[in-house]
Protein backbone atom coordinates (compact mmCIF):
# COMPACT_ATOMS: atom_id res chain seq x y z
CA UNK A 1 0.00 0.00 0.00
CA UNK A 2 1.13 3.05 -1.00
CA UNK A 3 1.64 5.89 1.74
CA UNK A 4 0.12 9.56 0.84
CA UNK A 5 1.79 12.34 1.60
CA UNK A 6 0.53 14.73 3.98
CA UNK A 7 -0.81 17.48 2.28
CA UNK A 8 1.00 20.80 2.02
CA UNK A 9 0.80 23.17 4.63
CA UNK A 10 -1.79 26.05 3.77
CA UNK A 11 -1.34 29.89 4.70
CA UNK A 12 -3.12 31.16 7.41
CA UNK A 13 -6.35 32.28 6.12
CA UNK A 14 -6.55 36.03 6.22
CA UNK A 15 -9.61 37.62 8.03
CA UNK A 16 -12.20 40.20 5.67
CA UNK A 17 -13.42 41.38 8.81
CA UNK A 18 -12.65 45.50 9.24
CA UNK A 19 -10.42 46.33 11.79
CA UNK A 20 -12.95 47.68 14.40
CA UNK A 21 -14.31 51.70 14.24
CA UNK A 22 -12.96 52.82 17.26
CA UNK A 23 -9.10 51.59 15.77
CA UNK A 24 -9.21 53.51 12.40
CA UNK A 25 -7.17 56.47 12.27
CA UNK A 26 -9.05 59.51 11.47
CA UNK A 27 -8.92 60.12 7.70
CA UNK A 28 -9.99 56.02 7.11
CA UNK A 29 -13.13 57.25 9.33
CA UNK A 30 -13.37 60.24 6.54
CA UNK A 31 -13.24 58.13 3.80
CA UNK A 32 -15.91 55.42 5.01
CA UNK A 33 -18.00 58.45 6.13
CA UNK A 34 -17.45 59.70 2.75
CA UNK A 35 -19.25 56.46 1.66
CA UNK A 36 -22.23 57.11 3.85
CA UNK A 37 -20.84 54.54 6.43
CA UNK A 38 -23.49 55.99 9.76
CA UNK A 39 -21.43 53.85 12.05
CA UNK A 40 -17.87 55.64 11.05
CA UNK A 41 -19.96 59.06 11.36
CA UNK A 42 -20.86 58.21 14.91
CA UNK A 43 -17.19 57.12 15.84
CA UNK A 44 -15.69 60.12 13.96
CA UNK A 45 -18.69 62.38 16.20
CA UNK A 46 -17.83 60.44 19.37
CA UNK A 47 -13.87 60.90 19.04
CA UNK A 48 -14.01 64.49 17.34
CA UNK A 49 -16.75 65.86 19.33
CA UNK A 50 -14.39 67.19 22.65
CA UNK A 51 -11.89 69.16 20.07
CA UNK A 52 -15.03 70.47 18.58
CA UNK A 53 -16.82 71.72 21.14
CA UNK A 54 -13.24 73.23 22.46
CA UNK A 55 -12.72 75.41 19.55
CA UNK A 56 -15.98 77.07 19.35
CA UNK A 57 -15.86 77.72 23.54
CA UNK A 58 -12.24 79.52 22.64
CA UNK A 59 -14.30 82.09 20.71
CA UNK A 60 -18.16 84.28 21.72
CA UNK A 61 -20.85 82.73 19.90
CA UNK A 62 -23.39 85.12 17.65
CA UNK A 63 -26.53 86.14 19.38
CA UNK A 64 -28.85 83.31 19.12
CA UNK A 65 -26.85 80.28 18.78
CA UNK A 66 -26.19 77.85 21.03
CA UNK A 67 -22.62 75.98 21.02
CA UNK A 68 -24.59 72.53 20.66
CA UNK A 69 -26.29 74.77 17.02
CA UNK A 70 -22.92 75.37 16.09
CA UNK A 71 -21.50 72.04 16.68
CA UNK A 72 -24.52 70.50 14.97
CA UNK A 73 -23.60 72.61 11.90
CA UNK A 74 -19.94 71.85 11.95
CA UNK A 75 -20.56 67.99 12.12
CA UNK A 76 -23.26 68.69 9.19
CA UNK A 77 -20.79 70.09 6.90
CA UNK A 78 -18.27 66.99 8.09
CA UNK A 79 -21.38 64.79 6.77
CA UNK A 80 -21.74 66.70 3.59
CA UNK A 81 -17.82 67.28 2.63
CA UNK A 82 -15.52 64.26 3.86
CA UNK A 83 -15.38 63.42 0.54
CA UNK A 84 -13.50 66.52 -0.08
CA UNK A 85 -10.95 65.40 2.64
CA UNK A 86 -7.32 64.91 1.64
CA UNK A 87 -5.00 63.66 3.79
CA UNK A 88 -2.12 65.13 1.60
CA UNK A 89 -3.35 68.50 2.21
CA UNK A 90 -3.67 68.79 5.67
CA UNK A 91 -4.35 66.50 9.04
CA UNK A 92 -7.84 65.46 9.83
CA UNK A 93 -7.88 68.12 12.97
CA UNK A 94 -6.58 70.77 10.63
CA UNK A 95 -9.36 70.12 8.33
CA UNK A 96 -11.72 69.83 11.22
CA UNK A 97 -10.32 72.76 12.60
CA UNK A 98 -11.02 74.85 9.39
CA UNK A 99 -14.61 73.40 9.56
CA UNK A 100 -14.99 75.17 12.83
CA UNK A 101 -14.04 78.48 11.94
CA UNK A 102 -15.90 78.80 8.85
CA UNK A 103 -19.39 77.51 10.75
CA UNK A 104 -18.09 80.41 13.39
CA UNK A 105 -17.20 83.20 10.86
CA UNK A 106 -20.55 82.15 8.77
CA UNK A 107 -22.64 82.19 11.91
CA UNK A 108 -21.17 85.72 12.87
CA UNK A 109 -21.81 87.31 9.61
CA UNK A 110 -25.53 86.05 9.56
CA UNK A 111 -26.03 87.71 13.14
CA UNK A 112 -24.29 91.08 11.70
CA UNK A 113 -26.42 90.85 8.17
CA UNK A 114 -29.66 90.46 10.93
CA UNK A 115 -28.00 93.28 13.15
CA UNK A 116 -27.78 95.68 9.86
CA UNK A 117 -31.13 94.73 8.98
CA UNK A 118 -32.16 95.67 12.11
CA UNK A 119 -30.58 98.92 12.11
CA UNK A 120 -32.03 99.95 8.40
CA UNK A 121 -35.48 101.19 9.30
CA UNK A 122 -37.63 103.09 7.25
CA UNK A 123 -36.32 106.96 7.64
CA UNK A 124 -39.46 107.93 9.62
CA UNK A 125 -38.22 105.39 12.30
CA UNK A 126 -34.39 107.07 12.82
CA UNK A 127 -33.86 107.95 16.26
CA UNK A 128 -33.21 111.85 16.48
CA UNK A 129 -29.16 110.68 17.20
CA UNK A 130 -28.69 107.86 14.18
CA UNK A 131 -27.51 108.74 11.07
CA UNK A 132 -29.19 110.30 8.12
CA UNK A 133 -31.21 107.70 6.01
CA UNK A 134 -28.50 108.47 3.03
CA UNK A 135 -25.38 108.64 5.16
CA UNK A 136 -26.83 105.20 6.56
CA UNK A 137 -26.66 103.41 3.15
CA UNK A 138 -23.04 105.05 2.29
CA UNK A 139 -21.99 103.31 5.41
CA UNK A 140 -23.79 99.78 3.94
CA UNK A 141 -22.67 100.47 0.48
CA UNK A 142 -19.03 100.84 1.45
CA UNK A 143 -19.31 97.88 4.08
CA UNK A 144 -20.36 95.99 0.81
CA UNK A 145 -16.94 96.85 -0.60
CA UNK A 146 -14.55 96.50 1.77
CA UNK A 147 -12.55 93.77 0.88
CA UNK A 148 -13.98 89.93 2.64
CA UNK A 149 -10.99 90.50 4.94
CA UNK A 150 -11.95 93.60 6.60
CA UNK A 151 -15.36 92.91 6.64
CA UNK A 152 -14.79 89.41 8.41
CA UNK A 153 -12.73 91.55 10.93
CA UNK A 154 -15.44 94.34 11.80
CA UNK A 155 -18.12 91.83 11.34
CA UNK A 156 -16.57 89.34 14.25
CA UNK A 157 -15.70 92.29 16.24
CA UNK A 158 -18.75 94.96 16.21
CA UNK A 159 -21.83 92.71 15.02
CA UNK A 160 -20.40 88.73 16.55
CA UNK A 161 -19.36 90.13 19.75
CA UNK A 162 -15.53 89.18 19.65
CA UNK A 163 -12.68 90.41 21.12
CA UNK A 164 -9.47 91.22 18.67
CA UNK A 165 -7.62 87.91 20.51
CA UNK A 166 -10.68 85.93 19.48
CA UNK A 167 -11.03 87.20 15.98
CA UNK A 168 -7.40 86.40 15.66
CA UNK A 169 -8.26 82.50 16.70
CA UNK A 170 -11.72 82.60 14.70
CA UNK A 171 -9.50 83.53 11.53
CA UNK A 172 -6.27 81.99 11.68
CA UNK A 173 -4.89 85.45 11.92
CA UNK A 174 -1.68 86.68 13.81
CA UNK A 175 -3.41 89.25 16.57
CA UNK A 176 -1.81 91.89 15.23
CA UNK A 177 -2.71 91.17 11.17
CA UNK A 178 -6.87 91.13 13.18
CA UNK A 179 -6.33 94.44 14.50
CA UNK A 180 -5.50 95.80 11.89
CA UNK A 181 -7.83 94.66 9.30
CA UNK A 182 -10.68 95.84 11.72
CA UNK A 183 -9.09 98.88 12.04
CA UNK A 184 -8.36 99.48 8.27
CA UNK A 185 -12.07 98.50 7.85
CA UNK A 186 -13.22 101.31 10.11
CA UNK A 187 -11.16 103.73 8.68
CA UNK A 188 -12.37 103.14 5.18
CA UNK A 189 -15.98 103.49 6.81
CA UNK A 190 -15.58 106.52 8.55
CA UNK A 191 -14.15 108.45 5.10
CA UNK A 192 -17.82 107.17 3.86
CA UNK A 193 -19.87 109.56 5.93
Keep these: MTRLAPPPPTSPRRSTARPPLSRLPG????????????DAFAEFYRRHLPFVRGVLAASSRPPGWSLEDLVQDVFLDVWRSAGRYDPRVAPVLTWLRTIVVRRRIDRARKAAISAQAT???????VAPEALPWDERMALVDEFRRLPDVNRDALALVYWGGLTFPEVARVTGAPLGTAKSRAIL???RLSRAV
Design 27 to 38: DALLRRVADGDG
Design 119 to 125: ALEPPEQ
Design 185 to 187: GLR
